[in-house]
């Protein structure tokens, strides 16, 4: 992995925890996650987790980047509400993810298409 390749949740997760200076063990334990949980995110192994606020928060970094790498890793452009869509939005199944962003697709609509 290139240095500067970020276009994973794996590679912006090893990213932001080197960058606080964390270990694996230290990240999953601060969040009550398990260890072996948390590592299998680091390596690719398991592409979403229900902890991704809880990460940013503690990797001091917007979570909506963290889980998609778009946008801007400033923290304080993440608000608690689009914290909570995205946790919740990571438990769901990718039928149900899909769902959802049918239903932003109708609000984006209504609205003109300005979001």
């Known amino acids: 992995m290139k240095t500067n390749d970020l276009s994973t ?11 606080a200076g964390l270990k694996q063990y230290e990240v999953a334990n601060h969040i009550g996650m398990s260890a072996p949980s948390y590592s299998d995110l680091e390596r690719g192994e398991a592409k979403k987790t229900k902890y ?19 946008g801007s890793p400033d923290k304080e452009q993440t ?8 946790e919740t939005l990571n438990t769901f199944n990718e039928e149900e993810q899909k769902e959802a962003l049918a239903l932003v697709n109708v609000i984006r609509r209504r609205k003109g298409g300005n979001l």
């Open 79 to 86: 608000s608690d509400v689009i914290n909570e869509v995205i």
């Open 9 to 19: 949740l794996a590679a912006r997760l090893v990213h932001c925890r080197k960058g």
């Open 52 to 70: 991704l606020a809880e990460l940013a928060n503690l990797l001091g970094v917007n979570a909506y980047w963290l889980a998609t790498g778009e």
